[in-house]
């Protein structure tokens, strides 16, 4: 390079395990992200591992056939991977069983025992011969390189319905650009030692890519094997990794994640009947980018703070944080010589508020607006020298950063949020077209007037949302109802209090039997938003009924119910309950 007058400015290479056999990290690695973190903040998937009750179980028997000796591990996993196939079919995905053996001679032998157990496994699973490195060993498999192409081919688009594989049996795969994201089974039949060269995150890497994108429902793995492999996998505890032990295998009951689907092979029900449809309007509010010149600080009608006194030594060191997290940003180190350097300061305020506010563009106009509001609004004594440690010193206090931002925030907010007063409808939502989509394992109802399998209440609700659902179900006057599900895909812009846009999904829809649809909020605590919420529901419905009536659909309604007074009064009819929850109905 350097001959041909260029230069590499610099290379940066990325590895799922930065690691020396003995755990230590590369001295050259710039940022580490531990596996433990990406489990927590569900990045990948959640290993489980079986329970002392399941553990109990397996056996490893005396026989000098491989697959026979640790039948009891395969005949488990089997049953695992049945469980989360089931699970995952339903959502239009494929389950992947992946087993690790010791040696490439057993390798074909565990998948004639694969598929003489399990019938769904007949001419499903891909053996693959590896060298203990991890490589498709071409000499173990006596196979040619074209043939061998074809296998990693295979590998790589087993998750799809395309390929005929579900399971996978190999030493280890481990370098020939595994991307399987299906595999929710581990089975391990081997031991380790350091001279492997493998580590613990390596083995679980194969199966903890995620399946599903955008979506917040956690997902597991679930890991099992012999008890050195066991020992083996657990060693990762020292990273800070807490395994979940779980009941495993036929009759467990474990509690997986719930799949809810509509229920168009239900013979008891008539999904067209029970259908109800949702117009999607165009969005009322918007932000309209106008001048931020326009902002005027001495009109922001804020408290002015007075200004606090401080020591020399008080004023050396000044910190500043961000207001999105509350974490340092920067801190000015003042030296005594000279004067301090409130630009960086000023400048600080004007880029947080625009990152806050999602504005792209606009400092050089924010930041002559935050310098004047800084020095001749903010304290009681303005106009203040921005070029004085005490001043300054002053401005890093909390209550003066917080004053500085609301103020703009709300003037910002004042000056771009804008009311279309569009009620164009731009589609329809049929609760019938909702995909099947998971959700963690809660309390439920198996609902007869709803197109959904089950009606889940939320976890922060207390069961009240439950004990609703089952008196939308039960009323007389109720032709069917649904949970407003996020994968539904129903909500509704508003303005928050505090001036922000943000989006309002609403709990319940339900239809009456005079064809209104009913948009349902129930609530155990009032939060700060719920007027700002509710008004804007009522206008909704308004833009709705206007909109749909005008081509012959129905008439929207809403209806907020409070749990304190529906548990004082239960309603037994949704006239009564229509009659006695009649709050936010008028206009503001």
Not at 499 to 504: F, T
Request: aromatic fraction near 10%.
């Amino acid at each position: 390079m350097l001959q041909k007058d260029l230069k590499l400015s610099l290379q940066i290479d990325v590895t799922a395990t930065p690691k020396h056999d003995n755990g230590a990290i590369f001295v050259q690695t710039v940022s580490d992200y531990p596996l433990v973190e990406a489990i927590h903040q569900k990045v990948v998937k959640h290993p489980m591992l079986p329970d002392a009750a399941s553990c109990a179980r397996l056996q490893e028997h005396q026989s000098a056939i491989f697959s026979e000796r640790y039948s009891d591990y395969l005949q488990l996993g089997v049953e695992e991977w049945r469980m989360s196939y089931a699970e995952h079919e339903a959502l239009g995905k494929k389950a992947v069983l992946f087993v690790m053996v010791d040696d490439t001679r057993n390798c074909d032998e565990v998948g004639v025992h694969l598929e003489r157990i399990c019938p769904e496994l007949q001419g499903a699973v891909l053996v693959i011969h590896t060298k203990a490195n991890g490589e498709i060993s071409e000499a173990a498999s006596g196979k040619s390189k074209e043939e061998l192409e074809v296998l990693r081919k295979a590998s790589n688009e087993i998750d799809g319905w395309a390929s005929p594989y579900k399971a996978i049996v190999s030493v280890l795969m481990l370098k020939e650009g595994w991307d399987v994201r299906n595999v929710t089974t581990i089975v391990g039949l081997r031991a380790y030692s350091s001279k492997s060269n493998i580590l613990p995150e390596q083995t679980l890497g194969r199966g903890l890519r995620r399946m599903y994108f955008g979506s917040d429902a956690p997902e597991h793995v679930s890991v099992m094997g012999t008890p050195a492999f066991m020992e083996f996998v657990e060693t990762i505890k020292t990273e800070g990794i807490e395994f979940e032990r779980v009941p495993m295998g036929k009759g467990s009951g474990r509690k997986d994640s719930l799949v809810i689907e509509v229920e168009t092979a239900s013979e008891d029900k008539d999904i067209d009947a029970l259908d109800i449809q949702i117009p999607r309007l165009a969005r009322r509010f918007n932000r309209e980018f106008r001048d931020l010149a326009d902002l005027d600080p001495p009109g922001f009608n804020n408290p002015r703070l007075p200004l606090k006194a401080f020591t020399p030594q008080e004023t050396r060191e000044i910190v500043f944080k961000t207001m999105l997290d509350d974490a340092i940003h920067h801190t000015i180190a003042l030296d005594g010589g000279g004067p301090a350097d409130y630009r960086s300061v000023v400048g600080f305020f004007a880029r947080q508020l625009l990152k806050e506010l999602r504005l792209v563009g606009g400092y050089e106009l924010l930041y002559p607006k935050v310098k004047t509001f800084i020095a001749e609004n903010l304290f009681a004594e303005s106009p203040v020298d921005l070029e004085d440690p005490v001043v300054l010193r002053n401005i890093s206090e909390p209550d003066a950063s917080k004053i500085i931002f609301d103020s703009f925030k709300t003037a910002i907010n004042a000056l771009t949020v804008q009311d279309s007063g569009s009620s164009r409808i731009e589609d329809y939502i049929r609760l019938r077209d909702t995909r099947p989509f998971r959700t963690e394992h809660r309390d439920y109802l198996q609902a007869k007037k709803s197109v959904f399998s089950k009606i889940v209440g939320e976890a922060n609700a207390g069961g009240f949302e439950l004990k609703f659902a089952r008196f939308l179900d039960e009323a007389p006057d109720v032709v069917s109802f649904a949970k407003n599900y996020l994968a539904v895909g129903f909500k509704i812009d508003y303005v928050r209090a505090n001036g922000d846009l943000s989006n309002y999904i609403p709990d319940f829809v339900a239809k009456s039997g005079d064809g209104t649809v009913w948009i349902i909020e129930t609530k155990g605590a009032v939060e700060i938003d719920l007027p700002q919420k509710m008004n804007r529901l009522r206008q909704w419905c308004l833009d709705a009924s206007a909109a749909s009536q005008t081509q012959g659909g129905p008439r929207y309604r809403f209806v907020y119910v409070d749990q304190t007074s529906y548990e004082r009064n239960p309603p037994r009819s949704f006239a009564a309950l229509m009659a006695g929850f009649t709050e936010y109905q008028a206009a503001p």
